[in-house]
């Protein structure tokens, strides 16, 4: 009768094992020492009857280190060892570890005998300064010079429209004591309105007329004087005369700023010209920017 397993010897430590024929067949008889974890031939160190009956008790053995790796543990788990062969039923059904026959026997361990890996969370630091805090007061100097290099610069390329405003002129009338600023005046005839326009003859001078006028500057800032420009023309609207008075020519330089036309108040123009004749029967008035 053909045997259904044999017995061997493990050659480094002489722990024996039953080996089935199937597990032979798996690995070409190659198996794993569960004690010490040498591979051998299972067939080369095979036990004969005789043999085994002399043979001593076999040792056990126990490992200390159960958690270097898990197919160490799990050898040591399986690993039965036998006792003499004078009865088949006092043998250990002990079985090795073929090599290729590991990733089966894995998965029948229980899931409480696998030790579990225990992952800690930390913190995750994306970046960290090496410098201690020592340039972040030359940091903080640095940004307060850029902006206040970018608030000069809005001040001056804006000075045209900025000056006129209350709230900077007395920052730019401080300044530009002592730099030349340069400020471009500002001129909105548009905003300049004629209230009245009235032509009659002079009281001394013949062949003259006298013409006055009532100025509004309705801007929200001063500005200058507007040029009077006055043309006369006939019925069938063919020029006859025209004239362009200047602000130096109809105001008093030493009475009234030239370049600062008061907001909302009537200023009121009287002119001198010579008569334009019978045939100027119609009249333009045209408010120009002044050449100053």
Known sequence: MQKSSIITQCPSCETQFRVTPGQLKVANGQVRCGACLVIFCAIEHELKPKAAEQVPPPKVTTRKDETT??????????NLTTETPSTEKSVDTARSLPIKGQEELIKTVAPADV???????????????????????????????????????HLWFNRGDLYWTH???????????????????RVDTA????????????SEIA???TIDLVLINEANHNQPYPALHIAFSDLKGRPVASRTLQPESYLDRSAVNLKS???????QISLDLMSPGMRGINYQLELLAPAL
């Open 191 to 202: 905003k300049i309105t004629n209230q009245q326009f009235l032509i009659r003859p002079h």
């Open 69 to 78: 790796n898990t197919f160490n543990k799990l050898d040591l788990d399986l």
């Open 207 to 209: 062949d003259a007329i």
């Open 261 to 267: 036309m008061p907001t909302h108040q009537p200023i």
């Open 115 to 153: 030790p579990t890996l225990t992952i800690e969370t930390e913190p995750v630091v994306l970046n960290r300064s090496t410098n201690n805090g020592t340039s972040s007061p030359w940091w903080f100097i640095g940004c307060v010079l850029a902006a206040l290099t970018l608030i000069a610069q």
């Open 167 to 185: 709230t900077y002129r007395p920052l730019y009338d401080t300044v530009c004591q002592h730099i030349d600023c340069n400020i471009p005046t």
